[in-house]
């Protein structure tokens, strides 16, 4: 499917590069080649969203899973996944459909198709779609979509993502969403310069999505957190809403990282005691 948000990189448009507008990354893709998320690629010269409608994962879930603990708590969501995505943690939990996928395994479903398959689960307690398991934000287009479908039939939509994405599309998709798990990996620029990425960028994905639907952040504590990045990132949430659900979750070795400890308890415990002296709502994951 045609991509939305980009533009022709003019200094090399005889060699029909695309740049792409998403995220951040601002990807100058060459042609037949694709951007860092491995998603958006440049098929003769227009910017095409390869991942549209694949799926790699799909699940009636615990609205708690996503995790959004102080959002419909007790309700179920109808969960998806695709593949990609435009951040490379060495630690990634999700690897397996982010960075090292097999498309050939993956089902095809238009976005009515997932609409309808909502609907049916409404008896269950379902009671929309979350975006997540890879990164759903580089699959734009299918997410606006699906989730225009989803709120036309009276549901939610929830998107969990690392929040890695320009304002501009960004401001397209919030009035059709209810909810956000938004992670950050850090407050340091050596958290994000690790994973291919920035801070501030992630920051102010997180301000204008509190503004508008309901909002929940979660950071996975890694070897190379610290009480201290845990503590910034608190003070910066404290600032916007005191108020808003800090998720601390905790690593198990995975994909670069499969040789490193879990995190222990006792770290989980210290951090979330750090977090709470200035949110009120903090919560510890993978426990």
Same mark, same amino acid.
């Given at each position: 499917?045609?991509? !939305?948000?980009?533009? *022709?990189? %003019? &200094?090399?448009?005889?060699?029909?590069? /695309?740049?792409?507008?998403?995220?951040? +990354?601002?990807?100058?893709?060459?042609?037949?080649?694709?951007?860092?998320?491995?998603?958006?690629?440049?098929?003769?010269?227009?910017?095409?969203?390869?991942?549209?409608?694949?799926?790699?994962?799909?699940?009636?879930?615990?609205?708690?899973?996503?995790?959004?603990?102080?959002?419909?708590?007790?309700?179920?969501?109808?969960?998806?996944?695709?593949?990609?995505?435009?951040?490379?943690?060495?630690?990634?939990?999700?690897?397996?459909?982010?960075?090292?996928?097999?498309?050939?395994?993956?089902?095809?479903?238009?976005?009515?198709?997932?609409?309808?398959?909502?609907?049916?689960?409404?008896?269950?307690?379902?009671?929309?779609?979350?975006?997540?398991?890879?990164?759903?934000?580089?699959?734009?287009?299918?997410?606006? !979509?699906?989730?225009? *479908?989803? %709120? &036309?039939?009276?549901?939610?939509?929830? /998107?969990?993502?690392?929040?890695?994405? +320009?304002?501009?599309?960004?401001?397209?998709?919030?009035?059709?969403?209810?909810?956000?798990?938004?992670?950050?990996?850090?407050?340091?620029?050596?958290?994000?310069?690790?994973?291919?990425?920035?801070?501030?960028?992630?920051?102010?994905?997180?301000?204008?999505?509190?503004?508008?639907?309901?909002?929940?952040?979660?950071?996975?504590?890694?070897?190379?957190?610290?009480?201290?990045?845990?503590?910034?990132?608190?003070?910066?949430?404290?600032?916007?809403?005191?108020?808003?659900?800090?998720?601390?979750?905790?690593?198990?070795?995975?994909?670069?990282?499969?040789?490193?400890?879990?995190t222990p308890a006792g770290v989980m415990y210290?951090?979330?005691?750090?977090?709470?002296?200035?949110?009120?709502?903090?919560?510890?994951?993978?426990?």
């Amino acid at each position: 499917m045609l991509a !939305d948000y980009w533009t *022709l990189n %003019k &200094e090399s448009k005889e060699n029909k590069e /695309i740049k792409c507008l998403l995220c951040p +990354n601002f990807c100058v893709i060459g042609e037949n080649s694709a951007g860092k998320c491995s998603v958006r690629a440049n098929i003769k010269g227009e910017l095409v969203a390869e991942s549209y409608g694949y799926v790699s994962s799909i699940a009636l879930d615990p609205i708690e899973k996503k995790p959004l603990y102080n959002f419909q708590r007790g309700s179920k969501i109808l969960s998806i996944g695709s593949y990609g995505c435009n951040l490379h943690c060495p630690f990634c939990q999700n690897y397996a459909i982010s960075l090292e996928y097999d498309k050939s395994k993956m089902q095809n479903a238009a976005p009515e198709l997932i609409a309808r398959l909502a609907m049916t689960f409404v008896p269950d307690g379902n009671i929309g779609v979350a975006y997540t398991y890879n990164e759903p934000l580089i699959g734009f287009e299918f997410v606006r !979509d699906t989730g225009r *479908l989803i %709120k &036309e039939a009276g549901l939610m939509n929830v /998107i969990v993502t690392n929040g890695y994405i +320009n304002i501009r599309p960004l401001s397209e998709l919030l009035p059709i969403v209810d909810a956000m798990n938004i992670d950050i990996k850090g407050n340091q620029a050596g958290t994000y310069n690790m994973v291919g990425g920035k801070a501030k960028e992630v920051k102010s994905v997180i301000e204008a999505a509190h503004k508008v639907c309901h909002v929940e952040v979660t950071t996975l504590i890694t070897p190379e957190q610290t009480k201290e990045d845990i503590e910034d990132i608190a003070k910066w949430l404290s600032g916007i809403d005191p108020n808003i659900p800090y998720h601390l979750t905790r690593f198990f070795p995975r994909y670069k990282y499969i040789g490193k400890t879990p995190t222990p308890a006792g770290v989980m415990y210290e951090m979330k005691n750090t977090a709470g002296q200035y949110l009120e709502n903090v919560f510890l994951g993978n426990m």
